[in-house]
């Protein structure tokens, strides 16, 4: 698929950048500094990720992704580094974004370009503070491979590099791309202005061929997977996709273990703050819900959450956790965290009757879980004054209410402006929990560059032989003596002596 370099292209929207830019890579910082504290994160870091290590052992001599042209949108953090050289060393090529505006661990990028060696680095289009406009040109670059080929799999975290693509294709083969007024948000502007941008660069029939180029992707969490099971729905989904995050050690620890430790860890450094006695509300009690519970409880925070399955309220009633609506906390709790999933669960209106200097924030996929847009609007209208207190961290000052100190109007403090808190205002999880997703995503990609086209355009998980063989490669981290089944009892329960131990209906 080759590109043609438009000379003197315009620049893409306000980012100053030309849209096809054949630049090797882009990250905020190079010097000597960040590179040698990014490698020296990275080698730590691998020693707390088993899962990787024992597959760069096992298979980095047969090369099994040789051949295999990587494009990742994937949080670019020192943990996701180690997943990127994981990939190399077993032979693919890669190209990386970051997948959230605000994740980005700048020291982790300039090491990866840099490389092991200081050499034979990767190409990374990521940055912390990347604005939107920014964040889908780097996607654009990652997509774009130099030469005739493009990507060939893509690893997704959230499915913005899979929307891209399909968007793309859609209206190629529709014809028409809708108007920019059309865009229901500010990021769907951009994206549409994208599209538009790249037809007026490439013509219209850029997106199918790199389309039918992609065999596959593998997506790593919840709401990204949601998309690809509603693509696969309405029969839109152009190649396979392998849910990552429903292997049982993926979602059963990074979302519940790795939100555990890496929420309270945000609000910390955001805050500083104490969060002992405070009154807490988590929105939603799912994988990510009960790990930010038991993160807040860890720190003996008074914590309630809200629901509408009544399996996971009752969860919660068995934990001793009050569910209550959102409603039912605005008057005097301290700190709203969102975990569902879902859109618009605190309103510009609830966090207009919260207490003075609530905390909110979203440790959920997406920025729409807190009514971000019904904020700015109020801003527009003088309603509301955004105030800086340090990078990710704002005061927002309501004008017009009468329950702030002097009875003058109260204020809120919203972390990471309602994207991902965790990786927004702090690292994200730590290795020895993304390890195991992480391992569990190179063995997707392993499974769809062997085997792709036997998939169709369904979506597929992992088997549970592979799953027990990533819970496996991390047990000695934690000096696990493992019981055998002998052959008597394997047959009595109905499995193998090797496993699988569970039936494939079985709810961890
Ligand atoms: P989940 O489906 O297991 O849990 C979401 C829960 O929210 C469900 O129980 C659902 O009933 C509930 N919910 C939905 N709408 C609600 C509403 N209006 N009010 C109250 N509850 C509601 O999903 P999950 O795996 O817990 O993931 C949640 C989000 O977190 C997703 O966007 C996922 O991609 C993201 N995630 C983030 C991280 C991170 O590190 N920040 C890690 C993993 C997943
Ligand atoms: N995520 C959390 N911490 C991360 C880290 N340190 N590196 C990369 C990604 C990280 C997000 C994951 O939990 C991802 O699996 C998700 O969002 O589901």
Same mark, same amino acid.
């Given at each position: 698929?080759?590109?043609?370099?438009?000379?003197?292209?315009?620049?893409? +929207?306000?980012?100053?950048?030309?849209?096809?830019?054949?630049?090797?890579?882009?990250? @905020? %910082?190079?010097?000597?500094?960040?590179?040698?504290?990014?490698?020296?994160?990275?080698?730590?870091?691998?020693?707390? +990720?088993?899962?990787?290590?024992?597959?760069?052992?096992?298979?980095?001599?047969?090369?099994?992704?040789?051949?295999?042209?990587? +494009?990742?949108?994937? /949080?670019?953090?020192?943990?996701?580094?180690?997943?990127?050289?994981?990939?190399?060393?077993?032979?693919?090529?890669?190209?990386?974004?970051?997948?959230?505006?605000?994740?980005?661990?700048?020291?982790?990028?300039? @090491?990866?370009?840099?490389?092991?060696?200081?050499?034979?680095?990767?190409?990374?289009?990521?940055?912390?503070?990347?604005?939107?406009?920014?964040?889908?040109?780097?996607?654009?670059?990652?997509?774009?491979?130099?030469?005739?080929?493009?990507?060939?799999?893509?690893?997704?975290?959230?499915?913005?590099?899979?929307?891209?693509?399909?968007?793309?294709?859609?209206?190629?083969?529709?014809?028409?791309?809708?108007?920019?007024?059309?865009?229901?948000?500010?990021?769907? #502007?951009?994206?549409?202005?994208?599209? $538009?941008?790249?037809? #007026?660069?490439?013509?219209?029939?850029?997106?199918?061929? +790199?389309?039918?180029?992609?065999?596959?992707?593998?997506?790593?969490?919840?709401?990204?997977? !949601?998309?690809?099971?509603?693509?696969?729905?309405?029969?839109?989904?152009?190649?396979?996709?392998?849910?990552?995050?429903?292997?049982?050690?993926?979602?059963?620890?990074?979302?519940?273990?790795?939100?555990? !430790?890496?929420?309270?860890?945000?609000?910390?450094?955001?805050?500083?703050?104490?969060?002992?006695?405070?009154? #807490?509300?988590?929105?939603?009690?799912?994988?990510?819900?009960?790990?930010?519970?038991?993160?807040?409880?860890?720190?003996?925070?008074?914590?309630?959450?809200?629901?509408? %399955?009544?399996?996971?309220?009752?969860?919660?009633?068995?934990?001793?956790? %009050?569910?209550?609506?959102?409603?039912?906390?605005?008057?005097?709790?301290?700190?709203?965290?969102?975990?569902?999933?879902?859109?618009?669960?605190?309103?510009?209106?609830?966090?207009?009757?919260?207490?003075?200097?609530?905390?909110?924030?979203?440790?959920?996929?997406?920025?729409?879980?807190?009514?971000?847009?019904?904020?700015? @609007?109020?801003?527009?209208?003088?309603?509301?004054?955004?105030?800086?207190?340090?990078?990710?961290?704002?005061?927002?000052?309501?004008?017009?209410?009468?329950?702030?100190?002097?009875?003058?109007? $109260?204020?809120?403090?919203?972390?990471?402006?309602?994207?991902?808190?965790?990786?927004?205002?702090?690292?994200?999880?730590?290795?020895?929990?993304?390890?195991?997703?992480?391992?569990?995503?190179?063995?997707?990609?392993?499974?769809?560059?062997?085997?792709?086209?036997?998939?169709?355009?369904?979506?597929?998980?992992?088997? &549970?032989?592979? %799953?027990? &063989?990533? #819970?496996?490669? $991390?047990?000695?981290?934690?000096?696990?003596?493992?019981?055998?089944?002998?052959?008597?009892?394997?047959?009595?329960?109905?499995?193998?002596?090797?496993?699988?131990?569970?039936?494939? /209906?079985?709810?961890?």
């Amino acid at each position: 698929m080759s590109v043609s370099l438009v000379p003197d292209q315009p620049v893409f +929207m306000d980012t100053n950048l030309p849209l096809f830019a054949n630049l090797p890579y882009k990250v @905020a %910082d190079e010097s000597p500094e960040a590179i040698a504290f990014g490698r020296k994160e990275i080698d730590l870091a691998l020693h707390e +990720m088993p899962g990787l290590e024992a597959l760069r052992e096992e298979y980095g001599a047969s090369k099994p992704l040789a051949g295999a042209r990587i +494009m990742g949108s994937l /949080h670019m953090t020192i943990q996701t580094a180690v997943l990127i050289e994981t990939l190399t060393e077993l032979g693919a090529e890669v190209r990386w974004v970051s997948c959230n505006i605000f994740s980005t661990q700048d020291h982790a990028a300039a @090491a990866v370009v840099a490389g092991p060696e200081g050499k034979d680095g990767q190409p990374v289009f990521a940055w912390k503070g990347e604005t939107l406009a920014e964040y889908w040109w780097c996607t654009l670059q990652a997509l774009t491979w130099p030469g005739d080929q493009g990507a060939n799999l893509i690893l997704d975290d959230g499915g913005d590099a899979t929307l891209l693509v399909h968007l793309g294709a859609q209206y190629e083969h529709e014809g028409p791309i809708p108007a920019v007024s059309t865009a229901g948000s500010e990021e769907e #502007a951009v994206i549409i202005q994208i599209l $538009h941008d790249v037809r #007026a660069a490439q013509g219209d029939n850029f997106w199918r061929p +790199m389309a039918a180029q992609i065999r596959g992707v593998s997506e790593e969490t919840t709401t990204g997977v !949601h998309r690809l099971y509603k693509m696969q729905t309405e029969g839109k989904l152009l190649f396979p996709g392998i849910n990552v995050n429903d292997s049982v050690t993926k979602s059963k620890f990074d979302n519940v273990y790795g939100c555990r !430790h890496s929420l309270v860890d945000a609000i910390m450094r955001a805050t500083d703050v104490l969060i002992s006695g405070k009154r #807490a509300l988590v929105c939603g009690y799912g994988d990510v819900g009960k790990g930010s519970a038991a993160s807040l409880e860890a720190q003996f925070a008074k914590v309630s959450v809200s629901e509408v %399955d009544p399996i996971c309220a009752l969860q919660a009633c068995m934990m001793g956790t %009050d569910v209550i609506t959102v409603e039912d906390a605005l008057e005097d709790f301290d700190i709203f965290v969102t975990a569902t999933g879902n859109y618009n669960i605190i309103t510009a209106d609830h966090m207009s009757r919260m207490k003075h200097n609530a905390i909110v924030c979203n440790i959920g996929h997406f920025d729409n879980e807190i009514d971000m847009a019904g904020l700015e @609007a109020m801003v527009e209208r003088g309603e509301l004054e955004k105030i800086e207190v340090k990078p990710q961290v704002h005061e927002w000052r309501f004008k017009n209410t009468t329950h702030g100190p002097n009875g003058g109007g $109260h204020s809120i403090l919203i972390l990471a402006e309602g994207r991902l808190v965790n990786l927004g205002c702090a690292t994200g999880h730590p290795s020895l929990v993304m390890s195991a997703s992480f391992t569990n995503q190179t063995l997707a990609q392993m499974e769809l560059h062997a085997n792709a086209e036997s998939y169709g355009k369904t979506v597929t998980v992992l088997s &549970k032989e592979l %799953d027990e &063989k990533v #819970a496996r490669l $991390h047990l000695a981290k934690f000096g696990v003596n493992l019981t055998e089944l002998s052959q008597e009892q394997a047959d009595y329960i109905d499995v193998k002596v090797e496993g699988p131990y569970k039936p494939s /209906h079985y709810r961890y």
